[in-house]
């Protein structure tokens, strides 16, 4: 399994805190080069005004709810991987990683149609009005997205693979070099070469003047930030599952896990569908909550389009030590090592506590000048004031969301991922929609409304998960073991054939 490239952090033996660290802090950077993505559009497509802004945020809602279900497969590509590879069932690492690759590019390319088709309605669900320039630029943007998807979907799968398996350094090269590419390109493919204020910025008015003369090109506007992020994406993907067929990264499937087992896909969508769910309800919160905030005003969905940006570069930090506690958990689960699991999910609430805790209080302090960055041109002083109440109300309680994403981490890492799912529709359906609609629609409190919220359901819902956490049955989703063979003497045949591995049902 083993080969010159393999970068795996060995999690299951010795201390624990390090090795933590070493898994996560590559996924903390690998997310947060995912958020150079999103920041990098927002701030150019900013340049082109509010109503492009608008119209991504309206996009982004339908994009990322797509992109958290997709991260649900690559949840179970995880969870797979780490506890086999805990349990030392070498041979269906290499099995469960074909299948998921496989099962996940068939996923993507009916998505990718589906999306296609019905993107103007969907946008049109959560609030984007027929016939506004708003409404034609998010067609615009959701419609290339999709037809990208399944490059996203495929890096996706690849990172989390790679992540089970203890390696978090190659995907964090590769979402670097991805990031690089859509920076470098980004302004040109939305602005071109008129008025583009990053040649200004530069000094290159000349180049720039001589650019456009010859070509014409005045970017593709809120399309082009889409079109950059695929061709992007679309290199790192290609390349990552080069590596991933050459065996140079430790996982070597052979063509023949590639090609669909009934069990296996079923044990996928068992362990991923409850993990897309999960994820997806956080986007599906967000949708919601867009379709909220855009009762106050287009300003106001603007703002929140930024805060939601913001807020997950706050918590890339949570985000990373949650994957690397999944992927912690799995290993030592899978080697039968519970309570050095649960060492590890309280050191990472530990360790989330403090830093939020000093980013929260930042984030507070300089909130109105940090969304200043992201709007300019009509309407941003209204944007900038609304975007900044976001911040200073919910930044609050970053401490407390980053806890519950790290308790998340336990439960997926387990395969409990109906229990993590679970706690997600909890927090959308009982603590945070509710609340938001009241305060909007009875206190006509607009977007402050939603915005408390928002906190409120991050402190109840940390709360609840907590303490089901300290109950303890989420430790009992495991794989089974391959049986050793027994010794039956120099007559017999052969060795028995090893079991299947089985993820436990949660309780």
Excluded: C
């Excluded at 067609?139 to 998807?149: A, D, Q, S, W």
């Excluded at 080069?242 to 896990?257: C, E, F, H, K, Q």
């Excluded at 044990?267 to 897309?276: C, E, F, L, N, T």
């Excluded at 984030?363 to 200073?392: H, K, M, Q, W």
């Amino acid at each position: 399994m083993s080969s010159a490239g393999d970068r795996a952090v060995n999690l299951t033996d010795g201390k624990l805190l390090k090795p933590l660290l070493v898994l996560s802090l590559p996924i903390i950077a690998t997310n947060l080069l995912q958020v150079g993505y999103n920041l990098a559009d927002t701030f150019w497509v900013g340049r082109l005004g509010q109503a492009a802004v608008t119209a991504l945020s309206f996009s982004w809602a339908i994009v990322f709810l797509l992109i958290s279900f997709s991260g649900g497969f690559a949840v179970a590509g995880n969870v797979l991987v780490a506890q086999n590879k805990g349990a030392e069932n070498d041979d269906r690492v290499d099995h469960v990683a074909g299948q998921t690759l496989a099962f996940v590019a068939l996923l993507s390319a009916a998505f990718a149609g589906v999306g296609y088709l019905l993107a103007p309605q969907l946008l049109e669900l959560i609030g984007a009005v027929p016939g506004t320039a708003e409404h034609r630029l998010s067609v615009e943007y959701t419609r290339t997205m999709f037809l990208g998807i399944p490059f996203v979907f495929g890096f996706f799968i690849f990172q989390g693979l790679l992540q089970g398996w203890g390696d978090t350094r190659t995907p964090m090269y590769l979402m670097a070099l991805g990031v690089a590419m859509n920076v470098a390109i980004d302004p040109i493919f939305i602005l071109g070469f008129q008025d583009n204020v990053l040649f200004e910025a530069l000094g290159l008015d000349g180049l720039q003047r001589s650019l456009y003369a010859a070509t014409g090109f005045s970017g593709f506007g809120v399309q082009g930030a889409a079109l950059a992020t695929i061709l992007s994406r679309g290199i790192g993907t290609v390349i990552a599952m080069g590596l991933l067929l050459s065996g140079r990264v430790g996982i070597t499937p052979a063509p023949r896990d590639f090609v669909p087992k009934r069990e296996t896909v079923a044990k996928i969508v068992r362990i991923g569908a409850p993990a897309s769910i999960e994820q997806s309800t956080r986007a599906v919160g967000v949708t919601v909550l867009t379709a909220l905030v855009a009762l106050a005003s287009q300003e106001a969905v603007a703002a929140y389009g930024i805060g939601n940006r913001l807020t997950s570069l706050v918590f890339l930090p949570a985000m990373g030590l949650a994957r690397g506690t999944e992927t912690v958990v799995g290993q030592n689960l899978g080697a039968d090592q519970v309570e050095r699991a649960r060492r590890a999910v309280v050191a990472s609430v530990g360790l989330i506590a403090v830093v939020l805790g000093v980013v929260s209080a930042v984030v507070i302090t300089f909130a109105r000048p940090i969304t200043a960055v992201f709007i300019t041109g009509e309407n941003a002083d209204l944007v900038i004031s609304i975007g900044a109440d976001y911040l200073r109300i919910v930044g609050i309680t970053f401490l407390f969301l980053g806890a519950f994403r790290v308790v998340q981490g336990a439960f997926r890492g387990s395969g409990s991922t109906r229990t993590a799912m679970a706690f997600s529709v909890l927090a959308l359906v009982v603590f945070r929609v509710p609340p938001a609609y009241a305060l909007v629609e009875w206190f006509d409190m607009g977007a402050t409304g939603v915005w408390y919220g928002i906190a409120f359901s991050n402190v109840a819902i940390f709360l609840v998960a907590g303490a089901w956490f300290l109950r303890g049955t989420w430790t009992d989703a495991v794989i089974e073991h391959e049986p050793a063979a027994p010794d039956l003497g120099p007559d017999a045949d052969g060795p028995i054939p090893a079991g299947d591995d089985v993820v436990a049902e949660d309780d």
